[in-house]
């Protein structure tokens, strides 16, 4: 098992991902952008958030996350939050 | 042939198999009365699965009933519903095909959005899942889109065009609209038409799971707090027929289908257009030589997904103007499901019903009102309704859209 991502590893990399999908430069990313300000529409939105599972290994719930209008910072608090139950236990990973 | 005017279309016999079981008549008084289909997944996978409910056809329906041990294995889930569905429509239409050679003069459209995913599922886990080198030797037979079709005409001798028509949900609506015109065009006197689906295999629902469109709760069409689809499957198989040859040898008809528009929205793969459903909408008025004001219902295609229903709205209001504030608008997929290419067909039995019975059907789990979604959606229980004519909506990912008019016999 590798060591804990830090919140600024997970940040940079979901960065890394939203920029290669919205083809944009990471650089220009902020936390408080939504998708749909970077010009991410809904089927690209349900891309990216397939690219971050995949990339972290985790699965983001169904509900309760609207990936047009939260910001870059939720899907980076979601990513935390996957990562810490997935370490907790593989029940709590489901 | 009649002069003046091309052919009209009655609907003579209809068939259906749903979350309510076998039998359009089941399927009618079910959602007449608000009763739900919906209900936990049942799935050998259902344990890795995140979606957890579906309308699905009972355990009851059972395939050794209705097919020989020469027959079954021939058959996908598939092609099971809609030969079930077409023997109840074609009964009930009282038709012999063996006198006169109407057979030879009977078409067969089935719509279905994804054919036998049942043996491509099951074969496919053989082939990657299990390395076996040898498939059944009717995975081709059973899994093609064709098979429901060729089953239904081979099962009852129909020997005029036959074909299947996919386009996702609204698969059963292009097949009738196909159908209609095989008879308006001559080709046909008539023709056995409808739509089926049985979708729910652990790959398919994976991949609806990954489009996060499901909702984990239920299906609440036009419903603030709708959370988006939930799958079903089924089929419905209706009867079409010339309506001068219904007449002639005074067949019970059920309506006229009296028109259908089709367009697409060529915009997003899956971002619903107001303008594009209108413009089915409109056509199929048109072709039925209805005005708006005729309209006193409209089967919505309302899926519970965002999207769809506030969109829907909007295209409803576009085509009807200030009519649509007088509509009945329902979707009942809240209770029988989007059973995919099935589900336009499921929706014209509701159509047809209640166009019979002066009742319309309710739309269920409407229980927040949504200020995007401001027509009537008869929320909770039918409504005793003096109907003349119908539509029928169905609205398919990829921007296609096909509506049906239907008029009360």
Known sequence: MNAPLSDADIQSQVFGIIAKQAKIDAATLKPESTLKDLGVASLDAIEVIFDIEEHFDVTFPDQGTNFDTDTVQHLIDAVRSALDAKAAGPEAAA | MSAGGPRRVAITGMGAVSAFGEGAGTLWRNLRDGNGGIRPLRHEDAGRLRVRIAAQVPESFDPAAHFDERTLPLLDRNAQFALVAATEAIAQSGLDFAANGLGQRTAVVVGTGVGGETTQDEQSRRLYGENASRLHPLTIVRLMTNASASQISIAHGLRGPAFCVASACASSNHAIAQAAQLIRGGLAEVAIAGGTEACLSYGALRAWEAMRVLADDTCRPFSANRRGLVLGEGAGIFVLEAMEHARARGAGILAELAGAGMS??????????????????????????????????????????????????????????????????????????????????????????????????????????????????????????????????????????????????
């Open chain 2, 264 to 409: 697409a929205d060529a915009s997003d793969i899956v971002a619903p257009s107001a303008e594009g459903a209108a413009a089915a909408m409109a056509q199929a008025l048109a072709e039925a030589g209805l005005a708006p004001q005729d309209v006193g219902y409209v089967n919505a295609h309302g899926t519970g997904t965002p999207a769809n229903d506030a969109t829907e709205t909007r295209a409803i209001r576009l085509a009807f103007g200030p009519h649509a504030d007088r509509l009945a608008v329902s979707s009942t997929k809240s209770m029988h499901g989007h059973a995919l290419g099935a589900s336009g067909a499921l929706e014209l039995v509701a159509v047809v019903s209640a166009l019979r019975e002066g009742v319309v059907p309710p739309t269920a789990n409407l229980d927040r009102p949504d200020p995007a979604c401001d027509l009537d959606y008869v929320p909770g229980t039918a409504r005793a309704l003096e109907l003349h004519a119908a539509l029928s909506n169905s609205f398919a990912f990829g921007g296609l859209n096909a509506v049906l008019a239907l008029r009360r016999a």
